[in-house]
């Protein structure tokens, strides 16, 4: 009966530490899953925005077009989804699967700071671009107000929601 129990025992410990270790791989997979479905949105949006630069500025060649952008600043990472650098402006994108108020003010804080991020470009103007598949309207108003563009799914593809920021 004893060598019975202990058999048993080390069976259970044996599934506990599988168990664990497919709890942990799963967890591995779900955050694997949960971050290629953020890359997503940006996926879609990001071959719209040098057509948008062209269409809302005339920026038919940018000098730089690039995605997840990180730069070292004061110790610390800054990191911007995607930046359009026409010859007058630049163009800073924030994507997310879905949009809320607070993401236009943190999207305002980092235009407030780029050009001492990016000094090369502070004589350019800045301009904010928020986009989403299907971003609230309520939200594309707030925006509106503060002078950030929105980008949504249009007809085709993504699309300015509400040129009339700019003005």
Known sequence: FKDEMRD????????????????????????????????????????????VAAELFGCERPELFALRVQRRFNGDTREYDALVVCSDCVLVNETKSRLHSKHVERLLAKLAELPTVFPEYADKRIIGVLASLYPDPSIVNRATATGILVMGMGDEAMQVLNPEALQ
């Not at 530490?17 to 497919?22: G, K, N, V």
């Open 8 to 51: 048993f025992k080390d069976e259970m410990r044996d599934f506990k530490d599988e168990s664990l270790r497919e709890r942990q791989r799963m967890n591995k997979q779900w955050g694997d899953l949960a971050n290629r479905l953020g890359t997503l949105v940006e996926d879609i949006v990001a071959p719209s925005l040098p057509r």
